[in-house]
């Protein structure tokens, strides 16, 4: 039998700006199921790329007066090492500047043109340039564009035209004989709407500029950027090469991608596919959006998430596990810092940071760090062990199905069993006993749970599942394979290694304290109330309200670390005729010795507080971004400490 084979995809991200965490989200899945399914043993494909072509990335560059080119090629270098940090581990990224891209788009357009599926007539009607999409005046709402509701423009343009309207039928047979094609089952049924509504052959073709593709029969058009886009994932292949890659992985296992582009690859990427005579990819999945704070993240909006902030402040791990656990796979999710913290705190230090590190105290303890000999195994231990041996294929099953939130949470029921095996078997008392055989086969069983735990996990959090495996004193986790995730493999006598504990528990109220108190940026008055009294977006305040709050400059004279508050500072400050101490929540975004001389503003009659212990006379102003960038307010050093600011 020949081997499974897993080919998935993500989009490819518009370099026209920088990445930010709904990017991180598609791909981050994508890579975890890769990492799944190779690790099963399955031979597995894993492309991610970049849509550089197109009006939008046109005008970018234009509004930063350099080429396009050297515009795109900036930010795809970002993406890039996003996705390194991020440990996504892709097998191609396919840029659709490349020669072999050009190759790919101009034959598929020739072969569709040549068996006269592609047409020359002239379009006239809107067309929205964000979204590269063009529209029919009947699907506007309010003149705007139904996806993203901007303004459109109206196009007039001699164009070629692609037959779509031909293939509906067929299209819509082959949906309906093949339920997995469109996932989740809601997305199905919105785009069965959608063809059912009507298809109009598609404008495949632009005149009024020419970043872009050239038609092969015409050079003054250049393709459609969605056209170009969509064929990249055969490019990855080798297409229109009959290569091995081909044959191998084509049809596609898996697309994915976010709700809002559902539309593309589920009518006109099908379309194309058949007017090739290709197969169809087996399944396109569609997300959910990713919202901040129960609101659309955009640039406009100043609420982009940056993930490489995030990164910084928390590590790679929390961030995969939080996207892949917290927010529902096929639905909209919130992202905040606050349910990051929190998730990461319940999950990852309590529930797993802990099992490790006691697991691993009671050893060092009990048997020096040495993994002992099993005996017999009582009911309660035969429970977790068969819980354990079966858990891998469960996961596999869940896997397949798409069911990521699942996967995650029955990993994580068996961290919950083990921590609550420890209470039943109670380590501690089977200690008191001469024979120790009984406490060596506890022991011996939730280490063993630990090897089972750090390679399901791996795929998901690769430096957990590393960190895990090291402290068990085992090596080379990537040489273990699906096998391996059955009970039995770990063996006595290996000395483990104990270290720091993989999770630290963050201080969620600090780090909310933290933001409560520098976040200025977005409040009109200057000042920000306390958070129940947090003035209504909108309502104007007056000049007395605005008085009672008194800002001076201060000169920062010392500065320093606060012991066991990691986001904290002290300040010690001169106010002209005064020197008080303030605690400020800046330590993740200066070093003390670069405060040192700065005259920042400072609000002086705020009412003393004490933080972490230490006296804090005032608060200074900072400004914030949504995802936690931040700068302190500072003025130069013409202004004498001590002047008011008003
Ligand atoms: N270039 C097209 C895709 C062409 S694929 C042949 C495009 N690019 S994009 O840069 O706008 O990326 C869109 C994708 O980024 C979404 O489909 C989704 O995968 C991801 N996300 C962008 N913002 C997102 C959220 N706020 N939430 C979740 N995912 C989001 O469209």
């Not at 506007?140 to 031909?166: A, W």
């Amino acid at each position: 039998m020949s081997k499974e084979r897993f080919y998935v995809s993500t989009p490819i991200y518009y370099p026209s700006d920088h990445p930010h965490i709904g990017h991180a989200y598609t791909t981050t899945v994508a890579d975890s199921l890769a990492r799944w399914h190779r690790f099963v043993g399955r031979d597995v494909y894993f492309v991610t790329g970049s849509d550089e072509h197109g009006q939008k990335i046109q005008r970018a560059a234009m509004t930063k007066n350099v080429t396009p080119q050297a515009y795109v090629d900036e930010i795809v270098a970002s993406f890039k090492a996003l996705w390194e940090k991020l440990h996504i581990e892709y097998d191609d990224f396919v840029r659709t500047t490349e020669p072999r891209h050009h190759r790919a788009v101009q034959t598929v357009f020739k072969r569709i043109y040549d068996q006269g599926d592609i047409y020359k007539d002239s379009y006239s009607g809107w067309y929205c340039t964000p979204c590269e999409t063009f529209w029919v005046e009947n699907r506007l709402i309010d003149g705007n564009c139904p996806d993203c509701s901007r303004s459109v423009e109206l196009v007039e343009e001699e164009s070629y035209f692609f037959k779509l309207s031909k293939y509906s039928s067929r299209l819509l047979a082959y949906i309906e004989e093949h339920p997995e094609f469109i996932q989740p089952e809601s997305r199905r049924k919105e785009m069965v709407n959608f063809i059912k509504s009507g298809l109009e052959d598609l404008c495949v073709s632009r005149t009024t500029f020419d970043w872009g593709i050239p038609v092969p029969i015409d050079e003054g058009h250049v393709i459609y950027v969605w056209f170009d886009a969509l064929t990249n994932y055969i490019t990855a292949l080798g297409y229109p090469e009959e290569t091995e890659l081909m044959e191998q992985f084509w049809p596609a296992d898996l697309h994915l991608v976010g709700k809002e582009i559902m539309r593309f690859h589920t009518i006109i990427w099908p379309i194309i596919l058949m007017a090739l005579d290709l197969p169809l990819p087996k399944t396109v999945f569609g997300h959910g959006w990713l919202l901040f704070d129960s609101d659309k993240m955009s640039k406009s909006k100043g609420n982009v998430v940056d993930p490489l902030i995030l990164i910084d402040d928390f590590g790679v791990d929390p961030i995969r596990y939080f996207l892949m656990r917290e927010i529902s796979f096929g639905q909209d999710g919130n992202f905040s810092r606050r349910a990051l913290i929190e998730r990461t705190n319940a999950d990852l230090a309590n529930d797993l940071g802990n099992l490790l590190n006691r697991t691993l105290s009671m050893l060092d303890r009990y048997f020096d760090g040495i993994v002992p000999q099993p005996d017999k195994n009582n009911e309660i231990d035969q429970a977790i062990i068969d819980f354990a041996n079966n858990l891998a294929t469960s996961v596999d099953a869940l896997l397949k199905d798409y069911k990521l939130n699942d996967a995650l949470a029955a990993i994580w029921q068996l961290v919950g069993r083990a921590n609550k095996y420890v209470d039943e078997r109670a380590p501690w008392n089977l200690a008191k006993l001469d024979d120790k055989s009984e406490l060596g086969t506890v022991m011996y069983n939730l280490l063993e749970v630990l090897r089972i735990v750090a390679l399901l996990v791996k795929s998901f959090l690769p430096e957990t599942g590393d960190a895990i495996w090291n402290q068990l004193g085992l090596n080379d986790i990537e040489s273990q394979d699906f096998s391996q995730v059955t009970w039995g493999h770990l063996n006595p006598g290996i000395q483990t290694a104990k270290g720091d504990p993989i999770f630290p528990r963050i201080d969620v109220e600090e780090e909310m304290e933290v933001e409560s108190q520098v976040k200025t940026e977005k409040s009109k008055s200057k000042v920000e109330p306390k958070k129940e009294e947090k003035a209504p977006e909108g309502v104007v305040i007056g000049i007395e309200d605005f008085a009672k709050v008194q800002l001076a400059v201060a000169e920062i004279l010392e500065a320093g670390p606060i012991e066991g508050a990691d986001r904290l500072l002290k300040l010690q400050i001169d106010l002209g005729n005064e020197k008080r101490q303030l605690v400020a929540g800046i330590a993740k975004h200066y070093a003390p010795n670069e405060l040192i001389g700065r005259r920042i503003v400072v609000v002086t009659n705020l009412k003393p507080a004490k933080l972490r212990g230490e006296l804090s006379e005032g608060m200074l102003l900072a400004a914030t971004s949504p995802d936690g960038k931040l700068e302190i307010v500072t003025v130069s050093n013409a202004i004498p400490a001590g002047s008011r600011v008003s």
